[in-house]
T-cell receptor, first 112, second 115 residues
Framework: AQRVTQPEKLLSVFKGAPVELKCNYS??????LFWYVQYSRQRLQLLLR??SRESIKGFTADLNKGETSFHLKKPFAQEEDSAMYYCALSGHSGGSNYKLTFGKGTLLTVNP | ETGVTQSPTHLIKTRGQQVTLRCSSQSGHNTVSWYQQALGQGPQFIFQYYREEENGRGNFPPRFSGLQFPNYSSELNVNALELDDSALYLC??????????????FGNGTRLTVT
C-alpha cells in the first residue's frame, strides 16, 4: 500500500528564515516523489519532482530512501511562498498507471 | 496552450441523485485522471482514463464511473449520491507516451455539495 505522511498541518516562519516541509512515505517498490503547491485562489500545480533533481523557486527536495523521506527545503523563505504544499507519491505498478497518492498537505505561512 | 477546464464550478445536489462532472484536458494531453478532495484532506485518486478506457482505479465504489471521449475530454458520473460525496472534484490531464508519463496538470475543480 502507498502512504504519504506530512506531519505538519501548519508551518509558520518569518521572511528570510529557512523552511523545511516534511514528507515521509511508505511504498514497497521504487517510488517517484513530487511536491505540488497551491497558491491562494490558484489551481494545484507541480513544484518539483525528484527525478528532475532541480531547484524550483529556490526549493529543493532530496529523496532519502533509507529514511523514506522527501523533505522540501528552502534556505530563505519569501512571503510569496505562502501556500498549501502537498507531497505526492507515484508507485509504478506496471503499464501506464500513474496514480498519485497525496499527503494531507502543509499550509506554509511566511510572515513579513 | 489551453489548460485543463472543468464544469460546472459549483453544484448542489440532493442525496440519492446523480451528477455528471466534465473536464477538458490540456491540449496535447491524452490521459485524464480524477481526484476527490474532501475538506482538510489531500486529493484522493478515483480513476484514470487512457485511450477511452479506465486505466487504474482507486478505492471508490462502482457508483463512481467515467468516460473519456475521442477528443480526450472526460466525464465523471456519480450515482446515488451520499452526503460524504460532498467534496472538490479535481480533473488532471497528462501525456502518456510509451512508458513516459508527463506530470499532471490540474483543473480548478468542481465543488459538489450533497444535501
Amino acid at each position: 500500500a502507498q502512504r504519504v505522511t506530512q506531519p505538519e498541518k501548519l508551518l509558520s516562519v518569518f521572511k528570510g528564515a529557512p523552511v523545511e516541509l516534511k514528507c515521509n512515505y511508505s511504498y514497497s517498490g521504487s517510488p517517484e516523489l513530487f511536491w505540488y503547491v497551491q497558491y491562494s485562489r490558484q489551481r494545484l500545480q507541480l513544484l518539483l519532482r525528484h527525478i528532475s533533481r532541480e531547484s524550483i523557486k529556490g526549493f529543493t527536495a532530496d529523496l532519502n530512501k533509507g529514511e523514506t523521506s522527501f523533505h522540501l527545503k528552502k534556505p530563505f523563505a519569501q512571503e510569496e511562498d505562502s501556500a498549501m504544499y502537498y507531497c505526492a507519491l507515484s508507485g509504478h505498478s506496471g503499464g501506464s498507471n500513474y496514480k498519485l497518492t497525496f499527503g494531507k498537505g502543509t499550509l506554509l505561512t511566511v510572515n513579513p | 496552450e489551453t489548460g485543463v477546464t472543468q464544469s460546472p464550478t459549483h453544484l448542489i445536489k440532493t442525496r440519492g441523485q446523480q451528477v455528471t462532472l466534465r473536464c477538458s484536458s490540456q491540449s496535447g494531453h491524452n490521459t485524464v485522471s480524477w481526484y476527490q478532495q474532501a475538506l482538510g484532506q489531500g486529493p484522493q485518486f478515483i480513476f484514470q482514463y487512457y485511450r477511452e478506457e479506465e486505466n487504474g482505479r482507486g478505492n471508490f465504489p462502482p457508483r463512481f464511473s467515467g468516460l473519456q471521449f475521442p477528443n480526450y475530454s472526460s466525464e465523471l458520473n456519480v450515482n446515488a449520491l451520499e452526503l460524504d460525496d460532498s467534496a472538490l472534484y479535481l480533473c488532471a490531464s497528462s501525456s502518456h507516451i510509451g512508458r513516459y508519463n508527463s506530470p499532471l496538470h490540474f483543473g480548478n475543480g468542481t465543488r459538489l455539495t450533497v444535501t
